[in-house]
């Protein structure tokens, strides 16, 4: 049976945090298949989910990672955060639109990753900022020349990104060789650009313009022939690509002599143009003729965004009505042999609670001609993403009605059922920090909760209660009774929105920075108990002497502490570098004791180890051997040190990246110790165990874990066990593993879940039974209930924020309810249905 632990339980519901709304999202686009394949020679795409860009209206920018394993076609948690892109402060992301950056070196059936593609963004400005996703950073930026950018698409042979820009032009801007430049202004009309949409390519082979002077198009196998856009002028307009001149002109309908929003577009592969406008209405048209062939009231309010599926033969839609509308494209009898086609409205569902800003699907439409039309497995649903102004990405399986397979795989595993009408949505957890840290801090010895904002922080403390040590833990839950108290509220002079921030156990020291800049305060109480942060001045200039020449920023995207509060622990935000600060007495400016590169090298991925087959304890100490392989001086590798952790003995240091490599640190010699073996996914959380501080845990996004001795470099024989047989419950919750702070057992927590896990050779013994069959001489080893192993999970906190231990049995869960989100909104659109039952 579990032990039964009784903790004193803060329950902290004041924390302010208010997570940024969702702008936009975007999949990457699949490499065009070369234009002599026959639609037989196509084979079919493989089943793999790419990263996901999800835009925030405070400038930020989430890649998210699918967190299955290669060849999983099922994953309970979906979609994670693995790095945020932090954007100036103030702005915001509008739209945003991935490009392939070589397109003619991706295989036709390979899913490009984040090193094979190029980001772009615009946030209501006429500038337009690429993204460097490796190091975190706006690579570079171009202005419009045309006034704000309303809209951006990439055209599907990744060579030419299209802008619609405030004065009434489309400018067209060259992608190729890795470039940014201007290469075409269309004429201008009298109306804002708000949407545009690349139309089919054709193959350079049967293109009647390959004689012309397309310059630097001659060598692609495809080629535009024209675009699409919607203004503000209720019309869409169809565009040659070739002279920049209006083709044709398509009008919407007006209330009231009033202006029609054009506010969504999309193309189909035969030519069909989407439309959704200001209206709620949603229009299908010719492009061949220009005419309009059906249109529905699909919505009470502005159709804000669509998306096409994978196949072509269905459309979804929504916007301020929080609606999503499935249009499917069906077959219909006319008489006894006469049958046609006609786009049918298939369903409708409202998954989110305020408008809808932005939809995405996976596996995405290429806007292909019906001869090169890509194909998919017809038995693994799409998934459609959503995102809106109540701040989490819903998702959601979109599998077609019109589907006859009879078992078609659910690849969030919500339930058996996997058509857009039928299935059931999730909604991804909203992350409090960037890169899925938390924007929560606590200072045990200090009793204080820290809690960072965009630009600013806020610091309270938790009051003492008094009781008797045997009180149970309900009692002392509610903390908004007088249990606490505000100390100190900070506004930050920024270049770009807060990376990281962290507080020292004792309260003394606060540190926060942005992509440019650490700030060091140091904090004192007054007598009436309110804090007075006293800012480190020379600490910018202090750090830039131990970094290279060329570094111009001082800035972090990791803190931590040593737990005597004497040192802080810095991985720099430019340059993947690991800095040990010693914070000195009171009259004492603080030091760099060493700088460590070692997350700059590439050596080690020689020899990562994935998954960890065979002997871990070969690989591990093989590890450690080859340690000195890696220090040697190789070409340095665009990564990010996202999480931090020192033993509570203050002795070692364990640091992890977005490669999925973590190095140990010797805090005493302040050495290198070793590298560990790389898993197949970055570490979500690590921590030391407290009773055994040589054990480093390493918690994955699958809500897996793996478990290290850093003193002796290996994996410990008894881990195996645990590892391999964590409980289903735990390992299929639907939320990821966000943190584990870890007294005596394991206690992992995600956005709705709280787990304990007790970590040591009982925990198999008592987890496990064992059955011997005839003729096995070798027990074979079940996993018991989850009631009856060293496990428990519960569920009464949600959305969970932080949780971390104040004292050793004393315990600080933080929760910011979705109610309280939502009241900081405007009123949802709501129209009263007089007579409704």
């Known amino acids: 049976m579990a032990e039964a632990t009784t903790l004193a339980l803060h329950r902290c519901r004041f924390v302010d945090f208010t997570p940024s709304p969702i702008t936009a999202l975007a999949f990457p686009p699949l490499p065009l298949p070369s234009p002599n394949k026959k639609l037989s020679s196509l084979g079919k795409q493989p089943a793999r989910f790419g990263t996901l860009a999800v835009g925030h209206a405070n400038g930020n920018i989430d890649l998210c990672e699918w967190t299955g394993a290669e060849g999983d076609l099922q994953s309970s948690q979906a979609w994670a955060i693995r790095t945020t892109l932090s954007g100036p402060f103030p702005s915001k992301v509008d739209s945003i639109a991935f490009a392939i950056r070589h397109p003619g070196d991706i295989p036709t059936d390979s899913i490009p990753s984040c090193s094979d593609l190029r980001l772009f963004s615009s946030g209501g400005g006429s500038e337009l900022l690429e993204w460097d996703m490796g190091r975190g ?143 709620g209405m949603v229009k299908f048209w010719d492009s061949r003729t220009c005419t309009q062939l059906q249109s529905f009231q699909a919505h009470g309010a502005d159709v804000l965004c669509l998306t096409v599926d994978p196949t072509g033969t269905a459309v979804y839609t929504s916007g301020v009505d929080q609606k999503i509308s499935q249009f499917c494209h069906v077959k219909t009898s006319n008489g006894e042999k006469s049958s046609s086609r006609r786009w049918i409205q298939t369903s409708s569902r409202r998954m989110h609670s305020h408008d809808v800003r932005a939809l995405a699907i996976w596996p995405p439409y290429s806007t292909l001609p019906s001869s090169h039309r890509r194909q998919f497995p017809i038995d693994v649903a799409p998934i459609l993403a959503s995102g809106g102004l109540d701040m989490a990405v819903v998702v959601t399986p979109a599998a077609l009605p019109t589907n006859t397979v009879v078992k078609i795989i659910n690849p969030l595993s919500t339930s058996i059922h996997a058509t857009f009408e039928d299935s059931y949505h999730r909604r991804l957890a909203y992350s409090s920090g960037p890169s899925s840290t938390s924007a929560v801090q606590v200072a045990r010895e200090a009793r204080l909760v820290c809690c960072t904002r965009d630009a600013g922080l806020s610091i309270w403390r938790i009051l003492q209660k008094p009781g008797p040590p045997d009180e149970e833990p309900s009692a002392v839950e509610d903390l908004d009774a007088a249990g606490w108290e505000k100390v100190l509220d900070m506004e930050l002079n920024v270049h770009t929105n807060l990376l990281a921030s962290a507080i020292s156990d004792n309260g003394r020291w606060l540190v926060v920075s942005d992509l440019y800049e650490s700030k060091l305060f140091s904090l004192v109480s007054d007598a009436d108990g309110a804090i007075k942060p006293k800012r480190i001045r020379e600490f910018s200039s202090i750090l830039q002497a131990q970094l290279p020449a060329k570094s111009t920023s001082t800035g972090g995207l990791a803190f931590h502490f040593t737990p005597d509060s004497s040192k802080l622990v810095i991985a720099t935000a430019v340059g993947s570098y690991i800095l040990i600060v010693d914070l000195g007495a009171d009259d004492e400016k603080p030091r760099v004791l060493r700088r460590f590169d070692h997350h700059r090298h590439g050596g080690s991925s020689d020899r990562a180890v994935r998954g960890r087959p065979g002997d871990e304890r070969a690989e591990a100490s093989e590890a450690g051997a080859e340690e000195s392989e890696s220090e040697a001086p190789t ?144 027990p074979k080893i079940e996993p018991l209930s989850d009631e009856q192993a060293n496990f428990k999970m519960i569920t009464h906190y949600r959305p969970i924020l932080f949780v971390d231990f104040l004292a050793p049995g004393e315990l600080i869960v933080v929760e910011r309810p979705l109610v309280d989100v939502l009241a900081t909104l405007p009123p949802a659109y709501f129209v009263h249905k007089y007579g409704a039952s």
Request: glycine fraction near 8%.
């Open 137 to 279: 950073c706006v690579r570079r930026t171009i202005s419009s020349q045309g006034g704000s950018i309303w809209s951006m698409a990439v055209n599907p042979g990744s060579n030419l990104l299209a802008l619609g820009c405030e004065d009434g032009t489309v400018r067209l801007l060259s992608l190729a060789d890795d470039t940014l430049t201007h290469h075409r202004r269309f004429d201008r009309v009298k109306c804002r650009v708000l949407s545009i949409s690349w139309g089919p390519p054709i193959p350079r082979q049967a293109s009647k313009t390959t004689t012309d002077d397309s310059s630097d198009e001659e060598e692609d196998d495809w080629s535009d022939a024209w675009l699409v856009t919607g203004g503000s002028d209720s019309s869409l307009r169809k565009w040659d690509v070739a002279t920049g001149r209006v083709l044709d002109r398509m009008g919407t309908d007006k209330i009231r002599g009033e202006r029609t929003l054009v506010w969504s577009v999309g193309v189909l592969g035969d030519g069909t143009i989407v439309s959704g406008d200001s209206l």
């Open 635 to 778: 070409v340095p590798v665009a990564t990010s040190i996202l999480r931090l952790a020192t033993s509570f003995d203050g002795q070692w240091l364990a640091s992890s990246d977005t490669h999925a490599r973590t190095h140990v640190y010797n805090l005493d010699s302040v050495q290198h110790h070793c590298i560990l073996p790389s898993f197949p996914q970055a570490a979500q959380a690590i921590c030391f165990d407290p009773s055994r501080p040589n054990i480093l845990i390493l918690a994955f996004p699958n809500n897996s874990i793996q478990l290290f001795d850093v003193e002796s470099r290996q994996f410990p024989s008894w881990s195996k066990e645990i590892c391999h047989n964590l409980p289903k419950r735990f390992t299929r919750a639907h939320d990821h593993i966000l943190g584990a702070p870890a007294p005596r057992y394991a206690l992992f927590w995600g956005s709705t879940w709280l787990c304990k896990i007790k970590l040591d050779g009982s925990s198999v013994r008592a987890g496990q039974k064992k059955r011997r069959r005839e003729g096995d001489k070798s």
